[in-house]
């Protein structure tokens, strides 16, 4: 009984946001009636169309879905190395990364900004993607870490009799054994990649069709009027792969932390 109440206050903002995105802009001010005298779907239509978010759209899905493959895979192993072996410096290794949760963002932007444009990259959707992709991704990395170490060791070693490598064992043994925590960095990296402002912000001033939906959504700020239903339009349509892929792998999401918590 105390949970339903909170649940009820984490979710109005949700459901207020899904009804502003229905209202015209004198009805969100008019008070906090959440149903509409009128149902304006016209709305998701000027915000599709008009405001262009169908392209910025197909940007967000290009970055997020690269990110992933690129950041799942690169804290895979490390979370593999982390969990699995020992070596000079590993806990030192371990506390620089939980250090990096503590950097604010805004610092790192002008030397990710700069890497970018010396890869040739600046301006492109795939300069993006790599800027995304990039980071600690210390919750993942860990998960992984903690998944990798709790699993029996005689499945390398009988690995290794076979004749089987770092990265045979890597991918043919253990990573197919961590689909748990692979559904929880997916979850993770579509989050941030998806919501994310500021690098995108920076890296596409100079070509605004790139931008991505978190970023075309401030387009509906205007100098002296803000269209605040067709921002709310456009936050429903960002907001639905979202949960979408979160309710598609929540399983798999409580199994890893349960397994990481365990280990």
């Not at 262009?52 to 879905?65: A, D, E, K, Q, W």
Request: charged share 15%; net charge positive.
């Amino acid at each position: 009984m105390i949970l339903l109440p909170l649940c009820l206050v984490w979710i109005y903002p949700f459901i207020w946001m899904v009804s502003a995105s229905v209202k015209s802009n004198k009805e969100i001010f008019a008070g906090l009636n959440l149903f509409p005298e009128i149902v304006r779907l016209d709305n998701y239509v000027r915000a599709w169309e008009q405001a262009n978010i169908g392209r910025y759209f197909f940007n967000s899905v290009f970055i997020t879905v690269f990110s992933i493959i690129i950041a799942v895979s690169t804290t895979a192993l490390i979370g593999y190395v982390l969990g699995r072996y020992r070596f000079p410096g590993k806990k030192i290794t371990i506390g620089l990364f939980a250090a990096a949760v503590f950097l604010p963002e805004g610092y790192t932007i002008i030397p990710i900004f700069d890497l970018i444009s010396n890869l040739g990259l600046s301006g492109s959707l795939w300069g993006v993607t790599l800027a995304e992709a990039g980071g600690a991704h210390v919750v993942a990395t860990l998960l992984f870490a903690g998944y990798f170490r709790q699993l029996p060791g005689e499945l390398e070693e009988a690995a290794r009799i076979d004749g089987a490598g770092f990265f045979r064992i890597f991918f043919s043994i253990y990573l197919p054994l961590a689909k748990p925590v692979i559904a929880t960095a997916i979850i993770l990296q579509f989050m941030h990649s998806w919501n994310s402002f500021l690098l995108p912000l920076v890296l596409t001033l100079s070509r605004p069709e790139l931008r991505t939906l978190a970023v075309g959504v401030y387009s509906f700020r205007g100098e002296y009027l803000n269209d605040w239903s067709g921002m709310a339009a456009a936050s429903t349509i960002a907001l639905i792969p979202i949960i979408a892929v979160f309710l598609f792998l929540q399983r798999y999401f409580v199994e890893s932390i349960a397994g990481a918590v365990k280990s």
